[in-house]
């Protein structure tokens, strides 16, 4: 809703000053960064995309790694300080007119600054509050170790530092004993150990290969097709639609008309369709379903938000063959 409403006052602001100021804002359509991939392509730069099963920062981290030619990693991402990876550089510090930069450098930030060990990075970041644990289950904590209402930053990390080196906690996920130990120390009980687990394997780079889960029966060689193209940006979601699933982010639509998400709803169901053979007879699709996450203004309240998906029938072609099947499938 925050981004709409960024998009809504885009529109606001041309329709108020088109003729005499020039439109400069700082939201990004998503659909701009989906057409930047194909653009760098063109410019013959090498690009990646992942699965959801595999985090980006993990997958970019372990890729910098097993590759001698990154000699950094440029982001705005502090999680890539915590990661053991290749130095950081600053995205935010960046001149380009001046062609500077501020790179950051762990073993440094983790010694020098928080007086711990690198490999203690990650249980640091847990218990300051990250993805897995939040900043908000740990505020009691903060105030017990710094013995006041509300601790500011620096105060903060100052003594969970102390804290983790008088408790010697190295920050292993597979100890048992000492995520048991410390979840009575931050939560009062051993009940959110798991949490502070999943936090720390979060932090885990190379997790070895994850299976495909696709929902479509295929051959292997087809199988490892739709992944290698998929991986290499050379299509945008025929992955995701083998898992029967389909997104569509907010684009840059100024609401009067009809959203392009329900434009192109009827021909998206004709394609589920071919993808999943149920072109046949109707009855033969009543167990099938794909779940749309897609962005328009009317689906956005309390019973229909992004978190529910709606659930999708495909609907069949009137007129189809089996070659016009396969030539769909070969085009994919």
């Known amino acids: 809703m925050d981004k709409y409403r960024k998009i809504a006052s885009i529109f606001n602001y041309i329709s108020q000053n088109f003729q005499n100021k020039a439109i400069a804002r700082p939201h990004v359509s998503p659909a701009l960064k989906l057409l930047a991939k194909f653009a760098l392509k063109e410019l013959g730069i090498d690009m990646y ?49 001046e062609l500077q930069i501020v790179m950051y450098d762990r073993n440094c930030f983790a010694r020098r600054y928080l007086n711990i060990s690198p490999t203690q990075l990650s249980l640091f970041a847990c218990l300051m509050g990250n993805d897995y644990v939040p900043f908000e289950n740990l505020k009691q904590f903060h105030q017990c170790l710094a013995n006041r209402e509300n601790p500011c930053k620096e105060v903060r990390v100052k003594n969970l530092c102390l804290l983790i080196k008088q408790k010697e906690w190295t920050g292993n996920f597979k100890h048992k004993r000492e995520l048991a130990s410390m979840s009575r120390e931050v939560f009062g009980h051993e009940n959110r150990s798991n949490l502070i687990k999943c936090g720390l394997e979060s932090y885990v780079i ?52 009809i959203p392009s998400a329900l434009i192109y709803g009827e021909i998206r169901q004709r394609c589920y369709g071919i993808l999943f053979n149920c072109f046949v007879e109707p009855d033969s699709v009543k167990s099938i379903f794909i779940e749309e996450r897609c962005w328009y ?3 956005q309240n309390v019973n229909n938000d992004l978190n529910e998906p709606e659930r999708i029938c495909p609907l069949r072609l009137s007129y189809t063959s089996k070659f016009f099947k396969c030539a769909m499938l070969l085009s994919l």
């Open 49 to 97: 995309q992942t699965d959801r099963q595999v985090g980006a920062k993990n997958y970019i981290a372990d890729f910098a790694n097993k590759n001698v030619v990154v000699f950094a990693i440029l982001s705005n991402d502090s999680d890539f300080i915590i990661l053991d990876n290749k130095p950081v550089l600053s995205f935010f510090k960046l001149r380009l007119n």
């Open 297 to 299: 203004k009317k689906n």
């Open 206 to 257: 190379d997790k070895g290969t994850i299976p495909l889960t696709l929902c479509v029966r295929m051959r292997p060689d087809f199988e490892h097709a739709v992944h290698e193209r998929h991986f290499n940006c050379s299509n945008v979601c025929i992955f995701n639609l083998c898992k029967k699933e389909y997104g569509s982010s907010e684009v840059l639509e100024d609401g009067s008309r």
